[in-house]
Nanobody, 122 residues
Framework: QGELVESGGGLVEAGQSLRLSCVASGGTFAGYKVGWFRQPPGKEREFVATINWTGRETQYKDSVKGRFTISRDYSKNTVDLQMDNLKVEDTAKYIC???????????????WGRGTQVTVSA
């Protein structure tokens, strides 16, 4: 599997966009479902979006539907999260995870990155 490394976080104003990227450094996502989760300060990790190995199946948290898009780039071995029309309540550490058979429950994920901070100001 290698190490999962996230990038692309930052400080933006509400309504702006960010694109996060998760790379399997030294490994591959082959056969894995990859998920993006987020953890606001003082709160538990929550599901944001997942994409299966083929890229044909995606799932989103209700509050990000229509604003976030998860995608895979097989040539770069990355899973990206395009975040548009960001809101203050999207502020959190965003973390990617990989699983063979998991779902929206973070406990079903075997591999995790360290996360990248996204801060949205009003």
């Amino acid at each position: 599997q290698g190490e999962l490394v996230e990038s692309g976080g930052g400080l933006v104003e509400a309504g702006q966009s960010l694109r996060l990227s998760c790379v399997a450094s030294g490994g591959t996502f082959a056969g894995y479902k990859v998920g993006w989760f987020r953890q606001p300060p003082g709160k538990e990790r929550e599901f944001v979006a997942t994409i299966n190995w083929t890229g044909r199946e995606t799932q989103y948290k209700d509050s990000v539907k229509g604003r976030f898009t998860i995608s895979r780039d097989y040539s770069k071995n990355t899973v990206d999260l395009q975040m548009d029309n960001l809101k203050v309540e999207d502020t959190a550490k965003y973390i990617c995870g990989a699983t063979r058979y998991g779902n929206e429950d973070p406990q079903t994920y075997s591999y995790w990155g360290r996360g990248t901070q996204v801060t949205v100001s009003a």
